[in-house]
T-cell receptor, first 115, second 111 residues
Framework: AQSVTQLGSHVSVSEGALVLLRCNYS??????LFWYVQYPNQGLQLLLK??????LVKGINGFEAEFKKSETSFHLTKPSAHMSDAAEYFC?????????????FGAGTRLFVKA | EAGVTQFPSHSVIEKGQTVTLRCDPI?????LYWYRRVMGKEIKFLLHFVKESKQDESGMPNNRFLAERTGGTYSTLKVQPAELEDSGVYFCASSPYYEQYFGPGTRLTVT
């Protein structure tokens, strides 16, 4: 079975500061890992994904995440926050299941960016 | 290429009424998933179609929820009768393999 834990339901950073959103997962099989972002009144948008290969993955809008198997973590970072990054972020794990890939989501972390 | 679309974007109904949500997947995607987010909690899996067949419906909350996928194309999710706890955002996603493409969601409010 898979599960995802996001540490911190709310994170506040100043514009220009480092963004770090934490995610730990549990999976009985090699997982596929995702970060999604949801802007107000919009759907879920894929930021980045890890499947196999390089453990540091880069996504859109300057975000990146590193898969650390030993720590079962997939934290999301961005060197310099922008006001437009204010949104809710979801970490998710997916694994083969009965012919498909059921995705398990974390509870979400709402990012606030202060001017 | 058109993305996943969902209709309606918002629905407000009274307890006991029936509501039908629709999802149009990306053309050619055999896999279609429904998810739900209730009251700011986790986004939870409801069910998975492969073409027109239900592959996994382990997340369906109860028998008031009925999902169909006509001819392996669009899908509907009917809630009958609706209860207050059904309020939330219902997401649909389609997928050719592991990467899922999400629609904008339908916000359902039951009063």
């Amino acid at each position: 079975a898979q599960s995802v834990t996001q540490l911190g339901s709310h994170v506040s950073v100043s514009e220009g500061a480092l963004v770090l959103l934490r995610c730990n997962y549990s999976s009985s099989v090699p997982p596929y890992l995702f970060w999604y972002v949801q802007y107000p009144n919009q759907g879920l948008q894929l930021l980045l994904k890890y499947t196999t290969g390089a453990t540091l993955v880069k996504g859109i809008n300057g975000f990146e995440a590193e898969f650390k198997k030993s720590e079962t973590s997939f934290h999301l970072t961005k060197p310099s926050a922008h006001m437009s990054d204010a949104a809710e972020y979801f970490c998710a794990v997916s694994a083969p299941n009965t012919g498909g890939f059921k995705t398990i989501f974390g509870a979400g972390t709402r990012l606030f960016v202060k001017a | 290429e058109a993305g996943v679309t969902q209709f309606p974007s918002h629905s407000v109904i009274e307890k006991g009424q029936t509501v039908t949500l629709r999802c149009d997947p990306i053309s050619g995607h055999d896999n279609l998933y429904w998810y739900r987010r209730v009251m700011g909690k986790e986004i939870k899996f409801l069910l998975h179609f492969v073409k027109e067949s239900k592959q996994d419906e382990s997340g369906m909350p109860n028998n008031r929820f009925l999902a169909e996928r006509t001819g392996g194309t669009y899908s509907t999710l009917k809630v009958q009768p609706a209860e207050l706890e059904d309020s939330g955002v219902y997401f649909c996603a389609s997928s050719p393999y592991y990467e899922q493409y999400f629609g904008p969601g339908t916000r359902l409010t039951v009063t």
